[in-house]
């Protein structure tokens, strides 16, 4: 099913899925909101059973709402990440529809990893701003000879216009006032996260393999969502706007 590493059976996987899942929302309140409207897309754009591109796919998150909502769909997720793989290697290790590869999207071969040649969606999300902006671009280079024609891209993630400094700084306020809020409550963040992963016998050494590769947090960029709209039109799809947004993130859509 995966070339990532092969997991401990026994682990309970569901559970590290449901704290993932609150770790991230504690960032991010309306996560299922753009998940939501992903997939209503992908419904609307490319039917009920469409083959889909996980895209730093992490625990699995996009794969396991995409199968919740089309079952008829598959899913190919591909990451780095060996704790993120493992989590997802453990959730759907009896799933058929589910494949999962083990490659950087830095490195320009990555798609020959890939077990088919076209895709009717590619969906990520809060993952590419990992990247500068010339590798993303060249990033959804390779995405757009990978859609299948009248497929989709989509990518949700962290949006930053510039040009509004007082509404940026409001919102930030505001955003870090209620997280410091849910913290008091007990809630994880990013680092305690990975603190209890890295003391999990089963997830400690794939975290310590994880943190070599990517060390401790992003040094990628956030251009806003016209700028995305903009490259992956230059890149060759034919079609590319916002269709979803919060205060600070974007879900830009792409047709080719």
Request: aromatic share 8%; proline share 6%.
């Amino acid at each position: 099913m995966t070339d990532a590493d092969t997991t401990t059976a026994g682990t309970d996987w569901n559970a590290w899925q449901e704290s993932w899942d609150r770790q991230q929302e504690w960032y991010m309140p309306d996560r299922e909101e753009r998940f939501r409207i992903m997939l209503d897309m992908v419904e609307a754009l490319v039917g009920p059973a469409p083959r889909v591109l996980d895209l730093a796919c992490g625990t699995g998150t996009i794969t396991a709402r995409l199968l919740a909502r089309l079952p008829g769909a598959t899913s190919t997720g591909v990451d780095l990440d060996p704790a993120l793989l493992a989590i997802a290697e453990g959730t759907f290790a009896d799933d058929e529809r589910v494949t999962l590869v083990t490659a950087d999207l830095k490195d320009p071969d990555w798609t020959r990893r890939l077990p088919h040649d076209t895709y009717d969606a590619v969906l990520t999300a809060t993952a590419l701003h990992w990247l500068h902006a010339e590798p993303l671009a060249a990033l959804y280079g390779h995405l757009a000879a990978l859609v299948r024609d009248g497929g989709v891209f989509m990518n949700a993630d962290r949006t930053i216009d510039e040009s509004t400094p007082r509404i940026n700084a409001a919102e930030r306020a505001q955003r870090h006032a209620r997280m410091e809020e849910a913290r008091r409550g007990g809630a994880l963040d990013w680092a305690d996260w990975w603190r209890l992963a890295a003391e999990d016998p089963v997830l400690a050494g794939p975290t310590a393999r994880r943190f070599e590769i990517y060390g401790e947090h992003a040094d990628g960029e956030t251009p806003p969502a016209e700028w995305h709209a903009r490259v992956l039109r230059e890149k060759g799809f034919g079609e590319a706007r916002p269709v979803w947004c919060s205060p600070s993130d974007t879900l830009v859509l792409a047709v080719k």
